[in-house]
């Protein structure tokens, strides 16, 4: 049997689409992975259709994010007048939102899809598409009635999956009107994925030990459960090892979404076998109070360069209160300073635009920021309302969120106010500055306005990459050969930076380009 997976996404990591592609090939079907990039066209491009048309799938696959629904609602109308071929639908939107989605796909897989998958393709294979599967989180839309049928357990033995891979030869790109393989041309790959291509995004663990109210992983976890589900060191390294092949892989993003969830035995073992096999330097996630002195430094012996802690906000009482987050901001202290102690570089995510904030809240989280120990980065992200989360149904019921807002916006584009500038620069400039500058809408003057505006434009443009580029050197222990090795694979994020801020520029493009369509093909954004 044969499966097209298809992607929307504006950017090349496809790594739940990766994974069900490796089952597939493990059970001896076929598969190819297609990226159509922020796809939003009302027909199908004809090359397109004659990729598909010559590969001649039994099920088409489309894996979609929130952001992507649109475009992949789209795209399932446009595939389902051209083909009778059937179409499935999965990844975190159809999780979360299954009832919506079964109103336009085939199928939605309504959990993890590796095993899912290879089923359907089976029973397609054995009893064809005229009659429904029953498989478990398969959703199934046959003659118009919607089955849910039970919702099955999620894997508990992470090893038991064929891992994947970094640029699997079946993966391929729609790019200027045509299709291409990504294997056949890296350089293609390197433009359409994050920082240049230059990692490969792995995660060792499903799950996540907290709740926070805002996160998606709230509403994940009444399908996925609580309980972290951790692979072994073994099987990391089997992956990594068949990564480090390609030479264009110059380190690794763990993007588990706390890393030190692992006891200390895993990590101690895990830290002699990658420094053995892989010695790549490597970055990892961490939840600030889970930060370990011990484990940070069996990390950073085994190449640790980054530690992204999620901080949120600087205020206790919006972490607290609205986030449902009991991290104190002192354990955010402690963590950069450890990190900064085992000479990592700390990475802080924040939490703006949120409509329950209050003006002491925003003052209050920028100077807290603007005390902790440097150098360290931030990162700032909108307040995003995701179906099922506690924050959402609070802000739904006190109706100061439009309902559909997530479906549009990308969480790294954020209102360009004033202290959401002063906070973008609070890591580059004297705490004396932020402080003076630091000030609510009644009490400030048109001169604190220039002078936050003009730093904003001068610091991003001028100090945040020199500070940037140095710590990526500090990152990287000042190692000549990985700092050329980043610098070169990264140029043109890192070149890019010296302009604007790099990170996910396609997807500001792909959000312009999803509100254009919605003045432009109305009927697709109207409710059903
Ligand atoms: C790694 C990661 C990324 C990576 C890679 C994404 C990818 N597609 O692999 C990158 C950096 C690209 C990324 C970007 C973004 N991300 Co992200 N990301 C994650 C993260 C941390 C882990 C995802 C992962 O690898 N999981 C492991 C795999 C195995 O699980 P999975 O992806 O869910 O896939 C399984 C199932 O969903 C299912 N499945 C998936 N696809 C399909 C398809 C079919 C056909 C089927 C049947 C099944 C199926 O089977 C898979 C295997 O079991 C999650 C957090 C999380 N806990 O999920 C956030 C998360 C998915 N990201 C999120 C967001 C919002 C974004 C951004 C929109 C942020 C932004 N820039 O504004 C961008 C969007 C990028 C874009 N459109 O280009 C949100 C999504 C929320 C939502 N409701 O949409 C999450 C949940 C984070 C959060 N807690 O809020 N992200």
């Not at 095993?115 to 498989?135: F, S």
């Not at 949120?354 to 700032?380: F, H, Q, R, V, W």
């Not at 630091?438 to 001068?458: C, D, G, Q, S, Y």
Request: charge should be positive.
């Amino acid at each position: 049997m044969k499966l097209l997976l298809i992607s929307l996404q504006s950017n090349a990591y496809v790594t739940g689409l990766k994974y069900i592609a490796a089952n597939v090939r493990a059970n001896a079907h076929d598969v190819r992975i297609l990226l159509l990039s922020g796809y939003l066209e009302s027909t199908i491009h004809p090359e397109i259709e004659k990729f598909i048309r010559d590969y001649n799938p039994d099920l088409i696959g489309i894996g979609l994010m929130s952001i992507e629904f649109y475009p992949a609602k789209n795209l399932t109308r446009l595939l389902h007048e051209k083909f009778q071929i059937p179409i499935i639908w999965g990844g975190v939107h159809a999780v979360i939102r299954a009832d919506e989605c079964i109103k336009y796909a085939d199928y939605v897989c309504r959990g993890e899809g590796e095993r899912q998958v290879v089923a359907l393709l089976e029973h397609l294979r054995d009893k064809g598409k005229d009659t429904a599967p029953d498989i478990p989180n398969i959703w199934v839309r046959h003659n118009g009635i919607v089955i849910k049928t039970q919702a099955g357990l999620p894997e508990i033995d992470l090893d038991s999956l064929p891992f994947q891979e970094y640029l699997p030869d079946y993966y391929y790109v729609f790019h200027n009107n045509k299709i291409y393989n990504f294997a056949l041309n890296p350089h293609l790959f390197r433009r359409s994925a994050l920082y240049g291509g230059t990692c490969h995004m792995m995660i060792t663990t499903r799950g996540c030990p907290f709740s926070c109210g805002y996160c998606a992983n709230s509403s994940l976890a009444t399908i996925y459960g609580r309980k972290v589900r951790a692979r072994s060191v073994e099987n990391c390294m089997e992956e990594l090892k068949a990564v480090k092949k390609d030479p264009y892989v110059l380190y690794i993003n763990f993007e588990d979404d706390c890393f030190f969830v692992h006891d200390k035995e895993w990590i101690k073992k895990f830290c002699e076998e990658y420094k053995k096999y892989i010695n790549l330097p490597f970055m990892v996630r961490a939840i600030p109070t889970l930060l370990d002195m011990e484990k940070l430094l069996m990390l950073k012996k085994a190449g640790l360069s980054w530690v992204i802690l999620g901080v949120q906000s600087g205020s206790n009482s919006v972490n607290f209160k609205i986030y449902g987050r009991t991290i104190p901001f002192s354990s955010v202290m402690r963590a950069v300073e450890l990190t900064l102690e085992a000479k990592a570089v700390p990475y802080c995510e924040m939490i703006v635009d949120n409509p329950y904030e209050t003006e002491e809240d925003m003052m209050e989280s920028i100077d807290a920021m603007s005390g902790i120990k440097k150098p360290y980065t931030t990162s700032l992200a909108h307040l995003t309302f995701y179906p099922g989360t506690p924050l959402t149904e609070r802000a739904l019921k006190d109706k100061i969120v439009d309902p559909e807002a997530y479906l549009y916006r990308y969480m790294i584009e954020i209102d360009s106010t004033y202290f959401n500038k002063l906070l973008n620069i609070t890591p580059y400039i004297p705490r004396f500055i932020v402080r003076y500058l630091n000030r609510p809408e009644a009490v400030r003057k048109r001169l604190h306005i220039f002078l936050t505006n003009m730093l904003h434009f001068l610091v991003r443009r001028t100090i945040e990459p020199v500070v940037y580029m140095f710590l990526i050197a500090r990152s990287l222990d000042y190692n000549p050969n990985w700092i050329i090795r980043t610098i070169e694979g990264n140029w043109r994020s890192a070149v890019s930076k010296f302009v604007s801020n790099y990170l996910g520029k396609n997807d500001l493009k792909y959000g312009k380009k999803l509100t254009a369509m919605r003045k432009s093909m109305p009927a697709l954004f109207e409710k059903d």
